[in-house]
């Protein structure tokens, strides 16, 4: 068994289609909800109308994720740059108040992946051995990898991998996955995330925990690759994987689902989740240390910390259960504001972000922690080469 | 880089809850399509009734799947028992022409892939240190695989990974994955298949090439587990891996497809897959042969051909193509016979089958095929080790 250090190098990402400003995206929000509920209800007086778009909006602005902490997000969906209920693909309230069913959306899912697919290997001549394609937010094949092999005749050098279904932490199961194709021979494994998060929301589901979902999570698209230290590898600045760790932790089988479901995916989310975690983070974090041969000490002291935001707050608790400085954070707090939660392709964002910084200096250390179904608890260390 | 030889072992099936002959589920997917049709027409009377129920009849036996290639199948849900449709869980079809929408598909299928864990690891007192979850038919979490390490307290030993959405040919990923865990030191990988098709049909689908898929599909639950030759290695029968290989045929992205719509998963499978698999078969198994130190010439002649039936004429196609014996494809003709085309599930038991046959001796080589969306053909040769 070698264990020379896997290396991520060559972090890219996309811009999904639309940019849009939080505020902007809140009004949406209460917008969609407050038709869902007039197309279902309708109500006979204009009065009755909007007492429904002001019931919902007071909600979504309650309880939604305000722009103290999210200033925008990013989707891929046309929809939301409109209110013309009519004109839309997915939310045409009026007939659907739920959006359109599942098979709208995963076609939908299946251009954008596609096309994000395109664009990252554009100008690309020599095939990868491996595409890991990671998502929790669209389930069709063949997929955007596996076009992209068949169209450039890369079938007999590329390998394709499903890394499906694991929720926001799944960067981390990829990059094991890639380990374990790298220790056997293939030089080189490329991770593409194409996660969107906003085409599965369902504005009839105004409970205070949906509407902090549909406030917080937004698409994403990044691709990176690992490789072996050593090993044709490459000459551009890079993350060592110095340990990564996973568990679930024990009796919390109910504390957040995601499944298929009607109209998209649907998630749930206990309100013990910030407790299931905070107990369960330190004896983890022990553990993850140890496998690095280092203390959660020595961590808390210097390292940065990638932590990704599974909910408004969580950086925050995080941060405060472990004594942080604010800017050993800062990275995650930027992409939480600047991008929202974009599921599992967050951590790499935050990562991508870190590598970029010239004020970090390599050697840093970055403990990068998600969470997801399980209850999951998944986490890494990192090493900032030169 | 190591390579020492990857064991397969330890192969245990269950059998879904209800064991149904072809020719009664031939009947009931006829009765399924006639009153879809029945619920949406609404025909005044009960002539032009029987006569809907006359023509679907007519076009399930003469597309579906007969008899003389599969006799049984297996499937979880009751509704396929009796056509008392208001009882149904699924297909209820007076009120849902299609059967339910995809949560309820969902919520199911996580029932019983939840039990299907719960019974697979009965007794079972050691953590295993990494189980992969394979499926294209049900994508819920927790899954079945996180909740049995969450109710355990099995989850500071045990890693769960999903191996999601990559259709009939998963094992093969699934087992490369697996190569990749035990290099990085694990000592064993469980891979535990859990696909339940018959939940995805729709019989508002009346296309020939949908009724072939109803008639073909069925469900299959499997476990066995790998790990290192000379390393805790088991000491009951297994094959051991040789080689591995996946490729996607050039400008083939079209030929089939397997996504969520809005009554569960939908398939399209293009009337060219045969030609497309005739085609690109030789060149493949060529470039298989080789990467185990063989030739295409002595498998032909003396392995046994574990074929992932995709359709119900692609093994004996192959066979053809190949020149081979019926004694070399009896065990993958006999899964088929007895149990449908369960997926990714199916190549397993084929291997169990073989590994539990006495008259199969020690030393026989396995080239397994199995093909799926991409259009990818993936392949592996075995052999039975004493």
């Known amino acids: 068994m070698t264990q020379s250090p896997i290396l991520l190098s060559d972090f890219q990402s996309q811009l999904p289609k639309h940019h849009s400003g939080q505020d902007a995206i809140l009004e949406w929000i209460a ?19 909007e007492a429904l778009v002001r019931k919902y909006r ?11 902490r999210i200033r925008s997000r990013n989707s891929a969906l046309d929809d939301f740059t409109h209110t013309d209920w009519d004109r839309m693909r997915i939310f045409q309230l009026k007939e659907y108040p739920s959006g359109k069913p599942c098979g709208e959306r995963s076609r939908f899912y299946g251009e954008v992946s596609g096309q994000a697919f395109e664009q990252f290997y554009e100008g690309e001549v020599d095939p990868p051995p491996v595409i890991i ?27 394709v991998i499903h890394a499906y279904h694991m929720g926001c932490y799944a960067s981390l199961p990829a990059i094991r996955m890639a380990a374990g194709f790298l220790e056997r021979g293939k030089a080189r494994v490329d991770i593409v995330h194409t996660e969107l998060c906003t085409l599965h929301m369902d504005p009839r589901q105004h409970l205070p925990e949906q509407l902090v979902v549909q406030t917080l999570f937004a698409d994403g698209l990044i691709r990176y690759s690992a490789s072996r230290a050593g090993d044709g590898a490459p000459a551009q600045q ?17 504390a957040m689902s995601w499944m298929v479901s009607d109209f998209g995916m649907q998630m749930t989310l206990s309100r013990k989740v910030p407790d299931h975690i905070r107990n369960g983070l330190g004896a983890f974090l022990d553990r993850l240390a140890d496998s690095a041969g280092l203390t959660q000490a020595q961590l808390c002291e210097k390292a940065l910390f990638a932590i990704h935001p599974g909910g408004p707050r969580i950086i925050d608790e995080i941060a405060h ?9 800062q990275a995650s707090n930027a992409i ?8 599992s392709a967050t951590l790499p964002h935050v990562w991508k972000a870190i590598l970029e910084d010239e004020a970090v200096q390599p050697g840093t250390l970055i403990v990068s922690l998600a969470f997801g179904p399980g209850l999951t608890i998944s986490g890494a260390i990192l090493r900032k080469s030169a």
Request: proline content about 4%; aromatic content about 4%.
């Open 31 to 49: 917008a969609a909800h407050a038709q869902a509920e007039i197309t279902l209800q309708q109500p006979a007086s204009s009065e009755e109308r």
């Open 58 to 68: 007071k909600l979504v602005m309650r309880f939604g994720c305000s722009t103290d």
């Open 133 to 159: 394609h990671v998502t929790c937010t669209g389930y069709v094949s063949p997929s955007g990898a596996q076009r992209l092999v068949a169209k450039r005749d890369w079938g007999r050098s590329t390998e």
């Open 238 to 254: 890079a993350l060592a994987v110095l340990a990564t760790r996973e568990e679930i932790v024990p009796n919390t089988e109910d």
């Open 321 to 329: 259960h472990l004594g942080l400085h604010p800017e050993q954070v």
């Open 336 to 343: 939480l504001r600047d991008y929202g939660n974009m599921s």
